[in-house]
């Protein structure tokens, strides 16, 4: 069986699997559903399971499910999860799941339609997605294998399952190696893809080094409650406030500090910054991941940039969209030289723009940011008709093929002109 067709073609996967499904239950073997499996169904209906069972086994109502988390180890490392996985945006099509080490939902984030799927299911808080709670899934078997797994289609136990393609992994508590419970993302079959899994892996690495690194105020392995409340949601080195301003023109990005100091931005978190500054009502991570990456680009890959972004800027970028807030809005380089321009101030403009934006990146989508910043600044100086500004620009890496300046320099100072001459004949070259 050509496993692969669980990404190219999932609809032709899934109906041979749901053929497997019913000959493994009629007990006829099949090996497009591995013995691991087999072995979950016959655990699972000998403990009530049917396949054509709906309802799984609800533990706690929604109500108890919050005041259980409060107290909860996972409690605080449930934000970063949700920076780095959850789309709760209308258009977001998985759900992200976090259980206790029983298997019991105890945290769900997705978007309206994905939650409506969901409840269809009753998969929601306070149900038990245990072998014992709903037959064999995703979670069940990271609890069994204590691995990460991947569940497609008729691989789920229930056929009211067979929709939904699931990945899941344990997080353990990295003081005692005790599982504390299980992270699951889950959605309509197409969802799925080949980075998934390792999207949902990396998840658990990040949530393991912040429990490593924080217990929340209990012992190692301990399950009091959190001192002070609840624990910050980044691995923030610095707090919002502290954040200055962006560097975004030329080749060396960077973030600037209050204090003075400065961080170095890799491109790929420059590029994103950039597009963060070129628009106030925010990105999703889907349109993100196409600017950047086109049609080969994953918005889980877009979440992990986004999770580390943020654990250098806390709260000057927030989420769901994702923009620049009030501490950060306005205050790049780039957006400097447009609100000097806006302000009618063009010679201040053109001291402040020093170097084409992010230089060294070759994405169409900043290129074309690039373009309309240029355009906006030789607009403005042509504009303005001052020939000592237009010789400025001309000066400028920016400005020098800038054809349409050198013909408003020889209308102000004369075809005769050497400064004319000059930048009329390199323009030539």
Known sequence: MDHGLKFSDPATYARTLRRAHELVIAGVQRPEIPTRLVDSWHRSMALGISPDQHSPRHLHEVSEVLEIRREHRLQQVMPALQDLLADDSRSGRHLL?????????LWRVGSPEV???ADQLEFREGADWSEAGIGTNAISEALVTGGPVQLFSAEHLVRT????ACTAAPITDP???RVLGVLDVSGPLDTISADTLRMVRCAVRVAEALLGT???GTSPGGSAPVRGGRQPALPVARSATAVASLELLGDKAAVVFDEG???ALTLRRAEILALLDSRSQGWSAEELAYELHGDSGTPQAIRTEMFRVRSLLGGAVESNPYRLGAALAGRSDSGRVLRLLQGGRVADALDAYRAPLLSRSGSLAVQLLRDRLNLAVGSAVRAGGDAALLVRWLSTDMGAADPLAVEALGRLVGPGDARYLAFRAAAVV
């Open 214 to 216: 924080s217990d929340g």
């Open 175 to 177: 003081h005692t190696g």
């Open 161 to 164: 399952h067979h929709e939904w």
């Open 261 to 263: 100091s400065r961080t």
């Open 115 to 117: 939650l409506r799927r």
């Open 97 to 105: 799941v976090l259980t206790d080490a029983g298997g019991e939902v």
